[in-house]
């Protein structure tokens, strides 16, 4: 089983929509989740981190589910500008290295 | 806003060359770290490094990698002997609490690696 699992996408919705990703991760013992958006041949950056109570942040909510070991990301009302691939990513056993997922490419189309 | 930087950008070298990466991490920060993500895949962890000393490493980073931080400000991946399979982008991140709590680690811009 893959320590951090995606939809493989690529998801093509239209601007407005109401877009989600979903992730599952293998190690019980992670404590630390987070989404990351990397735009074509750039760098991670962080969009948000991810509690178990579950956040929003403007139009992006995350929600953590420890039992079922899944995490998801919910974007309302998409934006062109929210194209890009979106990673789940969960930190490794014992310290702070991040694992990542495979990402899910999302393209926002006028 | 404070930001990891990273050189060169690019670098093209021939196979069995010796490369070295240059990262210099946000300033006030302790935990650094190397990623690399090869074209098409996932980013994956190489290193650990905290107090001077790596802390944790990945199967990716054998004899052939090694780190440093010889100065106050920079931390450097070194690849002895490059391969064609180490062609990638390699990332630098860094930290402030490391795995002390939920932390949030942030990305330079990368430097792309050819092994020609």
């Known amino acids: 089983r893959k320590e951090v699992e995606q939809d493989p996408g690529p998801f093509n919705v239209p601007e407005g929509a109401t877009v989600a990703f979903n992730c599952t991760y293998s190690?019980?013992?992670?404590?630390?989740f987070f989404w990351y958006r990397q735009d074509c041949r750039k760098e991670p950056k962080l969009l948000m981190s991810v509690y178990s109570s579950g956040n929003e942040d403007g139009r992006f909510t995350a929600q953590l589910n420890r039992a079922s070991q899944y995490i998801s990301l919910l974007i309302r009302d998409s934006k062109l500008s929210d194209s890009a691939t979106y990673l789940c990513?969960?930190?490794?056993?014992?310290?702070?290295?991040?694992?990542f997922g495979q990402g899910t490419e999302l393209s926002v189309k006028p | 806003e404070p930001e990891v930087t990273q050189t060169p950008s690019h670098q093209v070298t021939q196979m069995g060359q010796e490369v070295i990466l240059r990262c210099v991490p946000i300033s006030n920060h302790l935990y650094f770290y190397w990623y690399r993500q090869i074209l098409g895949q996932k980013v994956e962890f190489l290193v650990s490094f905290y107090n001077n000393e790596i802390s944790e490493k990945s199967e990716i980073f054998d004899d052939q990698f090694s780190v440093e931080r010889p100065d106050g400000s920079n931390f450097t991946l070194k690849i002895r002997s490059t391969k064609l399979e180490d062609s990638a982008m390699y990332f630098c991140?860094?930290?402030?609490?490391?795995?002390?709590?939920?932390?949030?680690?942030?990305f330079g811009p990368g430097t792309r690696l050819t092994v020609l």
């Open positions: 991140a860094s930290s402030a609490l490391g795995a002390l709590s939920p932390d949030t680690q942030y």
């Open positions: 190690n019980s013992a992670s404590q630390s």
């Open positions: 990513v969960v930190n490794g056993r014992g310290g702070g290295k991040l694992i």
